[in-house]
């Protein structure tokens, strides 16, 4: 019997002989190659069953001792992505036919989507994040138990009762579309493009946009309860205060939210602006930049640049001080990647490519972030 060491040796073998295989395809592999890639892949899932690695527990991979298991199965998952991309799925990986049919992406690369999705919404980047199997009604409990207080006994005297306040915040969820990408034949065909990774890029950025709008301003009607929108008041400008926001707000609005939860501002690049050239008492620019690529800092606190706030104008709220891990955002399983190669697409030297994404989120605790707003003249 093979020991540990020989069967991830044997992993990776076969993974270079796929990856090699791969590299060899065109725009029309070729049935042998076709062949070695799917016996490569084959070779790789029986060692990967004698390790006790079955597909079914792919998400949990964390638990095999070897790290050179877990980065074997990834670049299996990648390789098979990556013909997905080009060729169409694979049979067992498809949900219809190879040219037409769906592929649900691997929770490995999921989770590189995810990121992705995190690096382009700021909102995400602050808020909680969690997912669930289903898009069923789902709730956040909460409770705020800032007020509550204990009490001093004298000997013998007996402890009252004080029950806290439980309460729930609803995450329905919503279907994003990234709309479709058609992406020339001419990249599929080179095979040094990295396709894979342009296609996941592209329509993740595009995902990711149009549920950080929703998550900072949305209605939370058939669509997210935005960040801003879920914020109560810190802070009004003062009268003539439409476009400009002075060093007392600052302050006021910082001091606005219990100190517990004092974690943090978030604001436009065009409010940015304004705030960089703002001076305290002794005239030192109360904006630090970061170092190291920390963020900057304001009065002390990091500052989450999202150009989904509202810019400076009358009665608008372009700013927010609080803890935004209050906010809470729910992904619904995997993110859907739809190849499509009909006629539509061939017939103009293309292929097109579709993603959906389910999530919602809502701020669970409604004192934990608060707004400064202009004056209205």
Known sequence: ???????????????????????????????????????????????????????????????????????????????????????????????????????????????????????????????????????????????????????????????TGADPVFGTAPIPTYKTSSKVVAVPLELLQDSATDIDAFVVQRLADRVARSQNAKFTTGSGTAEPTGIVTAATSGKVGLTGQTTTIIYDDLVDLSESVDVANGKGWMMSQTLRKVVRKIKDSSGLPVWVPGIGGAPAELLGYPV??????????????????????????????????????DSAYLKQGQVGFLMFARAGGNLTDLNSVKYYAHSAT
């Open 1 to 159: 019997m093979e020991t540990q060491r020989q069967l991830e040796e044997r992993l990776h073998f076969f993974a270079r002989t796929a990856r090699a295989a791969r590299a060899a395809m065109g725009s029309k592999p070729k049935s042998h190659q076709q062949r070695e890639y799917d016996d490569a892949l084959d070779q790789i899932e029986r060692a990967e069953a004698e390790l006790g690695i079955r597909a079914s527990e792919r998400d949990d991979l964390a638990r095999v001792s070897s790290r050179e298991v877990v980065a074997v199965a990834r670049l299996q998952q990648r390789l098979e992505f990556e013909m997905m991309v080009r060729h169409g799925a694979r049979n067992t990986l498809s949900t219809g036919t190879g040219s037409q049919g769906g592929y649900s992406v691997p929770a490995l690369v999921i989770g590189d989507i995810i990121d992705a999705l995190k690096l382009t919404s700021p909102v995400r980047s602050v808020a909680s994040q969690y997912m669930t199997s289903t898009g069923a009604p789902g709730n956040i409990p909460t409770s705020d138990g800032t007020s509550e207080v204990g009490e001093q006994l004298a000997e013998n005297a007996t402890a």
């Open 304 to 341: 989450t640049v999202n150009n989904d706030m509202a810019a400076p104008g009358a009665n608008a709220k372009t700013l927010l001080f609080g803890n935004f891990s209050r906010y809470f955002v729910r992904d619904v399983r995997s993110v859907l990647l739809f190849r499509f190669a």
